[in-house]
């Protein structure tokens, strides 16, 4: 069955430190990835997506996320965290073929100390 | 070019009651997902629609139970509350039936019950 896991359920950081949010997932056939983010009081908005090509790719607000395929892995990355960056972070997996849903991960709760 | 829609945001209900939420996609999206999202848990899949067919269906009980209109607007259905069903539920809307294609999501419905 298809999983994704985020292992970091809280993770608080000072401003200008640097971020990386773990994301596996589980799933034997070729595979979507997605990070979103969710702001305090606002709705869910894509960071970023890999669908094929460059493992590494770029997403808004200086994220980036890179695809391990021998890891199944999709981690989220920003060298420098802003406090603006305090949100809820969700990986994501989907949709593939024959099956048009996305599974999420539980989140990561991202806090920025100013 | 509109987003989704979640109708109402604030929902107080008492167990043994039904509820009815609302979602009007994207313009042009004819895939409708619905989650349930609760802290610690993350987005759970309820169900997805296409062409006002279920498409696909999560693990929840059968008193959770939704539609699709021909115009690709979702409803979704909660009888028999139970106090474990508050959450905020989230549609989200896509292209559907295309591979590679990402999931906009509406600021969904806070439904308390008590």
């Known amino acids: 069955a298809q999983s994704v896991s985020q292992h970091n359920h809280h993770v608080i950081l000072s401003e200008a430190a640097s971020l990386e949010l773990g994301c596996n997932y589980s799933?034997?056939?070729?595979?979507?990835l997605f990070w979103y983010v969710q702001y305090p009081g606002q709705h869910l908005q894509l960071l970023l997506k890999y669908f094929s090509g460059d493992p590494l790719v770029k997403g808004i607000k200086g994220f980036e996320a890179e695809f391990i395929k021998s890891k199944f892995s999709f981690n989220l990355r920003k060298p420098s965290v802003q406090w603006s960056d305090t949100a809820e972070y969700f990986c994501?997996?989907?949709?593939?073929?024959?099956?048009?849903?996305?599974?999420f991960g539980t989140g990561t709760r991202l806090k920025v100390l100013a | 070019k509109a987003g989704v829609t979640q109708t109402p945001r604030y929902l107080i209900k008492t167990r043994g009651q039904q509820v009815t939420l609302s979602c009007s996609p994207i313009?042009?999206?004819?895939?409708v997902s619905w989650y349930q999202q609760t802290p610690g848990q993350g987005l759970q899949f309820l169900f997805e629609y296409f062409s006002e067919t279920q498409r696909n269906k999560g693990n929840f009980p059968g008193r959770f139970s939704g539609r699709q209109f021909s115009n690709s607007r979702s409803e979704m259905n909660v009888s028999t509350l139970e106090l474990g069903d508050s959450a905020l539920y989230l549609c989200?809307?896509?292209?559907?039936?295309?591979?590679?294609?990402?999931?906009?999501f509406g600021q969904g419905t806070r439904l308390t019950v008590v």
């Open positions: 994501a997996v989907g949709p593939t073929s024959g099956t048009y849903k996305y599974i």
């Open positions: 799933y034997g056939g070729t595979v979507n």
């Open positions: 313009s042009g999206h004819r895939s």
């Open positions: 989200a809307s896509s292209l559907g039936r295309v591979m590679n294609t990402e999931a906009f």
